[in-house]
């Protein structure tokens, strides 16, 4: 859950870079077509970030619900070795 966080907190981050970028583009463009080309160039750029924490969030869930379902098999299967070793 930690990692989960700290992919989410990242992505935060590049959200807040993008914006920053994009006010900076719209501020420095010196015509319509420049501040175009720029702001899509920024766009396609937090899109590949955004995919890239997107599937790093989908890898740690998965890791944790293996963790999660290994840890319940370890649980759920000591019963039944007592009641096995009491008949």
């Known amino acids: ?3 989960i966080a700290r992919v989410q907190y990242a992505a935060a981050g590049d ?8 006010a900076h ?6 015509s319509p077509g420049d501040y ?5 160039e920024l766009g396609a750029k937090l899109g590949e970030k ?8 989908v890898t740690a869930t998965a890791e944790g619900q293996g963790s999660v379902t290994r ?3 370890d ?3 000591k019963p039944g070795e ?4 009491v008949a």
């Open 50 to 57: 955004l995919r890239t924490r997107t599937q790093e969030i």
């Open 1 to 3: 859950m930690d990692r």
């Open 71 to 73: 840890t319940a098999g």
């Open 15 to 22: 959200l807040l870079e993008s914006s920053l970028a994009h």
């Open 25 to 30: 583009v719209a501020l420095e463009a010196k």
């Open 82 to 85: 007592s009641a096995k070793k």
């Open 75 to 77: 649980v759920g299967s």
């Open 36 to 40: 175009l080309a720029k702001s899509t």
